[in-house]
């Protein structure tokens, strides 16, 4: 847990506070994402955590201890870091990198390269492989891959992350992004995260804070900041697709209905079967897995191949998702499957209606 | 094609410097080789070979002079270098930058003759003359070096708990080691052609040789105090650069 008391950090050639009288907490196991405008103080205030920049006033408390009752290194060495640039130390292997803060803890060599593995591992890369390399043999993704290895190596409970994805192009970003997310719900540690991309917010945030010039303008779980801004500001930072955003904070594991399914070996001879229903049919083959849609609305209620996307799209993904593809085919549910692609329900429009309707500010 | 001119672009890397060594070896152990050489280039010479005093002594001279004042220079060089990219020092950074630019201006044989008298003739002040010039290109690699450490580095660095001493031992001295020992390199190489000088205070070394000759108008003399001590130059220039390969090069996260 990490809790702000009223603290205000002015840097010694600046008249305008960075940070200006900050209080929140955010509760252990949480991912915090602290957003805003450049300049708005969120990356001071991340660097305040771990001392890196020294608070003005005020008090910081990380597991309900004031981070002034620890030396500075020692308190470093228990908070993991993780930074845009990564800053992998040129000079030494990926493996030697991993193990610098348990090398400064003291731990034995054996064990050093035995968690060094093992969080390879963690982080997706395979240890053979990757243990002997040097940082410019690395692509940027893989270079953060172990920058996020070596934060978590000493077990910390907290890991500050500053636009520790930005630099990774969007493609691998988003790969990266729900990597660790797992990886930060298996070990259940706090992360306060910075980012100006609300979008990487929205994925990746329990909890949401909203700074501009170093105040907090509104703190609340990411599908609260979208549907009730607090202020003019607010609503103009998250964007007037604010309720197309906010689906993105809704699973489809949470709004998964029953599907009506059709063997494809029921099908007539010229691909139909009469079906005058509203609601879209499945079509399945033996194996369960999906090969078409019938929809009375459409193609003479024959049969429509589905484009591969949109046999993939399963419970992890979000309402957003799941919505863009059913404005793509025009159709009003789309199919939902397992990791083995065999069809397991559906997700509906008239859900999602619901879903907008009850609570959001116009 | 380029596999092929890279592997003969290595041989030669290594053939010169060994060769250059072989034939170091042999005229120091049998200055008569070198003799037959000078014989051959200068016929009309009057004397080949300086016999007041061996060439293996010279050269023992030679190198006692251009190590001890590049130990020391390296010692203050490094040591100076490192306080000044400190907090508490970088506001000497400008002051320091001058004044070993200034010393670097003033002719070597002034410097000598300057300190003569306070350090008598001989050894002493050829040493001190060569340990000032060698300040300089020490000095400028070792800032140089520990300010080319990325600013990200130094921030992961520190935000994982090292301590400033940690920050410096394990992150800025191997980062910047190569830098720094290329300087180290160039005063080096630098003070064994410098350090001929030497022998206008009587300190020895192949500078007596070459002075024996500008006094006697010996052309065989010049030419063989200036012959060895360039492989000298060489040979210690291609000793260092081996020595260099050892460290972490910035130029290689480039190669990839």
């Known amino acids: 847990m990490i809790e702000f008391k009223n603290v205000t950090k002015i840097f010694p050639e600046s008249e305008r506070p960075a940070v200006d009288n900050l209080n929140f907490k955010a509760e252990s196991g949480e991912l915090c994402v602290l957003i805003g405008p450049s300049g708005c103080g969120k990356t001071t205030t991340l660097r305040m955590v771990n001392r890196m920049a020294e608070a003005t006033s005020g008090q910081i408390l990380v597991n309900g201890e004031d981070i002034r009752s620890y030396a500075k290194e020692q308190l470093r060495r228990s908070i993991g870091y993780v930074i845009q640039s990564v800053g992998l130390l040129p000079h030494l292997q990926v493996n030697e990198n ?138 103009q930072f998250i964007g007037a697709d604010r309720a197309l955003k906010r689906l993105g904070c809704f699973k489809i594991s949470d709004h998964l209905k029953k599907s009506y399914v059709l063997q494809h070996s029921e099908l007539g001879k010229n691909g139909t079967i009469g079906h005058k229903g509203t609601r879209p049919l499945w079509v399945v083959d033996r194996r369960n897995q999906l090969v078409g849609l019938i929809d009375s609305q459409s193609n003479n209620g024959a049969m429509i191949d589905f484009p591969t996307e949109y046999r993939q799209l399963n419970v992890q993904h979000t309402l957003k998702e799941a919505l863009s593809r059913m404005l793509g085919m025009g159709i009003s549910a789309v199919p939902v499957v397992d990791a083995q692609l065999q069809l397991i329900g559906e997700v509906r429009l008239s859900d999602i209606e619901k879903i907008n309707q009850s609570g959001i500010d116009l | 094609m380029g596999k092929g001119r890279s592997i003969l672009h290595r041989g030669l890397q290594y053939v010169v410097p060994l060769l250059a060594l072989l034939f170091w070896v042999i005229i120091i152990y049998n200055p008569h080789f070198l003799e037959q050489l000078l014989k051959a280039l200068f016929p009309n010479a009057v004397e080949h070979l300086y016999e007041r005093r061996p060439l293996a002594l010279l050269f023992v001279d030679h190198l006692l002079m251009v190590s001890i004042s590049c130990l020391l220079a390296t010692l203050i060089g490094v040591l100076l270098g490192i306080f000044l990219t400190r907090g508490a020092g970088k506001d000497f950074l400008p002051l320091f930058r001058n004044v070993t630019s200034l010393l670097q201006t003033f002719p070597p044989v002034a410097v000598l003759v300057l300190v003569a008298p306070f350090l008598g003739f001989g050894v002493e002040p050829t040493i001190l003359a060569l340990f000032l010039f060698s300040i300089l290109p020490i000095l400028n690699n070792t800032i140089s070096g520990i300010r080319s450490v990325p600013p990200p580095i130094i921030d992961a660095s520190l935000g994982m708990g090292m301590t400033p001493a940690q920050l410096l031992m394990r992150v800025e001295l191997p980062v910047a080691a190569r830098v720094i020992s290329a300087g180290i390199r160039t005063a080096m190489v630098i003070n064994i052609g410098t350090a001929t000088i030497g022998a206008v205070v009587g300190a020895g070394g192949f500078g007596v040789i070459i002075i024996a000759g500008l006094v006697r108008n010996n052309s065989a003399f010049i030419f063989s105090g200036a012959i060895v001590t360039a492989l000298m130059a060489l040979i210690a220039n291609w000793f260092f650069l081996q020595l260099e390969k050892s460290f972490y090069s910035p130029r290689e996260r480039h190669e990839n």
Do not use: C
């Open chain 1, 98 to 235: 991993i193990s610098l803060v348990p090398k400064l803890l003291g731990w034995e060599k054996k064990r050093r390269n035995q968690r060094a593995d093992e969080l390879l591992t963690m982080v997706g890369l395979n240890p053979a492989e990757y243990r002997e390399k040097y940082a410019h043999e690395l692509s940027g993704g893989e270079a953060q891959r172990v920058g996020v290895a070596r934060a978590l190596a000493a077990k910390p409970k907290l890991l500050l992350m500053d636009e520790p994805f930005g630099a990774v192009d969007p493609l691998r970003r988003e790969t990266l992004q729900k990597e660790f997310l797992e990886l930060q719900h298996t070990l259940g540690i706090s992360v306060l995260f910075v980012t100006h991309d609300l979008d990487e917010a929205i994925r990746l945030a329990d909890k949401i804070v909203l700074m501009s010039y170093g105040k907090i303008v509104q703190s609340d779980r990411p599908e609260q900041l979208l549907a009730h801004p607090a202020n003019e500001f607010v609503r």
